[in-house]
């Protein structure tokens, strides 16, 4: 039974930084490209970063570039998502997935079979 489990959220101010990590079992992590969601209420779920199987290629929503910082540690069977200068917009449950593929990071939703039950993060001004 493949398990995610998020960790890492909580409530910061307006400049603040978090790390979130998510743990996978169930599955050999390193044959997976691994990704990270959110969803803000009201608003659909979306992409904000993810990372192939040996961490070699990643990809950035526009709105986390430069701010954000994913990676993975194979051996932990954890992918990492470091967040600086976070903003209020940033508040959302993150959610973090497991590719269907190895070596292309998917930015549609449907791609990732496996996910996490979400960790809130909360940006305040």
């Known amino acids: 039974q493949v398990q995610l489990v998020e960790s890492g959220g909580g409530s910061v101010q307006t400049g603040g930084s978090l790390r979130l990590a998510c743990t996978a079992s169930?599955?050999?992590?390193?044959?997976?490209?691994m990704g990270w969601f959110r969803q803000a209420p009201g608003k659909e779920r979306e992409f904000v970063a993810g990372i192939t199987w040996n961490g070699g290629g990643t990809a950035y929503a526009d709105s986390v570039k430069g701010r954000f910082t994913i990676s993975r540690d194979n051996a932990k069977n954890t992918v990492y998502l470091q967040m600086n200068t976070l903003k209020p917009e940033d508040t959302a449950v993150y959610y973090c997935a497991s590719s269907n593929s190895a070596t292309v990071v998917d930015t549609r939703s449907h791609d990732y079979p496996y996910w996490g039950q979400g960790t809130q993060v909360t940006v305040s001004s």
């Open positions: 169930g599955l050999i992590f390193s044959l997976h490209a």
